[in-house]
């Protein structure tokens, strides 16, 4: 951690040499104190089973590991010091007193170990002279095997003798370590002599070191000591295995996919394991060369996820793993959605909807909402058909229509659809109607003129002349009107060209000719077509008109 906050600092090129110094030293000074400590925890053991020369060894090579560790950690106590004197950016990190504690740390643990060297040398050398007094005596230990070269997970014969002074010591145990673990044992007959089978571990390195070792017992510790034998080297053989694996770019929850590879060499049939996101999902028995399996993706978000395939190590076969990345994916639905345009409230509107996947045919349930009311239905194989209430207290006016398809596969996505619906109140129609009829002006009627060549018969003197008017017009509220209020409101706010109470609705369609440009053609396919169905029996399709409206409201938005 420390390293790599020293490492993100904002230092100059020239100077990032100076924290790279610092994390290579860093970095061998822990290992090779590690590697110390190891050593003298080895040299212990020995000394504890009376095994002097080859803790002799040991302690000489610790006291080696040691000088090197101590070089080291005086270069890092430099390297801290140059550290902090010339990057200021060091001087000002949190972390700058964890530096300064580190290098300290290290001077202690150095410290620790020469003390604890110093005094495995001293117990040594008090077991020495307490072998001297006793004069015990060092036995001889051999080591032979039938080959230096061996199989991974084979066995080699190991064989040798043990005496002392010339005379065989029979009934011992002998201990034979391979790379410093205990792979075999064996019991010396009366010649002293012992065979073992020397197990190869399944450890695929290029080598492997044989040694026999033997531990005085503790009645033999007063006339023994431990011995030990010429260390053998074994040069192990083993085949690498290749694995490859190969799958389908994406893949989706719930579904099964097929994954394919390649195991060399064949033989002998081996077991594979498939993983996903970290799942076992799939176990293959006897694989040889090539394979073939389905697995079932796990019900997981979308996303990248690695795909892997696992041979475990057999016999002289390493094992083997093949990775790639495997996109997981929610195959997407599409709506083909039937409703309409225009609809009155109170009153309610069906819907029908055609839901299609890729894949296969979608179940689920839907969520409907329009004007604050909201609906639920279940569709089966992509077909969905609702109906959604439209109370009297919705405004009058465009609303959204939303659908909402939840599918109950998890290998589909929900999807969404969105469309406009008119609403049109009939209590505000017939309001709008009402106010249409007052506002139209009072229709005079002309005098009747009198023919030419008829003889006038005198009359009485006519009374004054009276005005008659027609009665109101007798409206009835047709949904046309609000359509056409909808559209007259639009037009009004993008020309600012107020609709007064005596224009009829084509006086107002001219007076916003000009402003509107291109959009008085839809404005006025509006006003002849509501003129059509307020003055004439001919019906007229409301979802035209609506359609015409919202056709404006897109175009004017635009502009």
Known sequence: KLAEAITNMSIPEDLRYIVTRYNSLLSQAAEK????????QRASKLISEARLKDAERELKRAGVLLKQAEILVEELKDATTELTRRIPAARGLEESKAIIKLAAKLRDLISWYSRLLAELRAKLKEERREAERKQLIEP??????NSTRALVGGALEAKGTLTAGGKPLPGRTVKI???????????????????????????????????????????????????????????LVYYNTTLTLSSPREAHPGLEMEVKGSLSPGQ???????????????????????????????????GAYELKAEVKPQGPYTGATAKLTLKVVKAPLALEVKAPRVALAPGSIKVLCNITSPISPPSGRAKLTLGGREAEAAFTSGMLEAEIEIPLATLSGPHTLRITAIPGEPWHSTAHYEA???VLNTMNIAIAAIGLALAKPALKLPAKPHRRGRRREKQPPPPMEAEHTTAPMQLKPHPALHLYLTAAKLVEEHTQVRRQPHMTLREYYQATEEKLGEASKLFHKITMAVEEAVYSPRAVELAEVGELVAELERWLSES
């Open 420 to 422: 406009r619906v008119y």
């Open 268 to 302: 002998p049939p081996r077991e594979l394991c498939i993983w996903l996101a970290g799942m076992k999902l799939a176990s293959l028995s006897s694989i040889s060369e090539s394979f073939t399996a389905k697995i079932r993706v796990p019900d997981i978000p979308p």
């Open 33 to 40: 104190l590690m590697e110390l400590e190891l050593s003298l």
């Open 140 to 145: 001889t230990l051999t080591l032979q095997l």
């Open 177 to 235: 370590l391979l790379d410093g673990e205990v792979a075999a044992t064996a019991e010396t007959g009366e010649q002293g002599s012992y065979t073992a089978v020397l197990k190869i571990p399944l450890k695929y390195v290029s080598r492997a070191v044989a040694q026999a070792v033997y531990t005085p017992s503790p009645p033999d510790r007063e006339k023994y000591t431990g011995a030990s034998s010429d260390p053998v080297e074994i040069a």
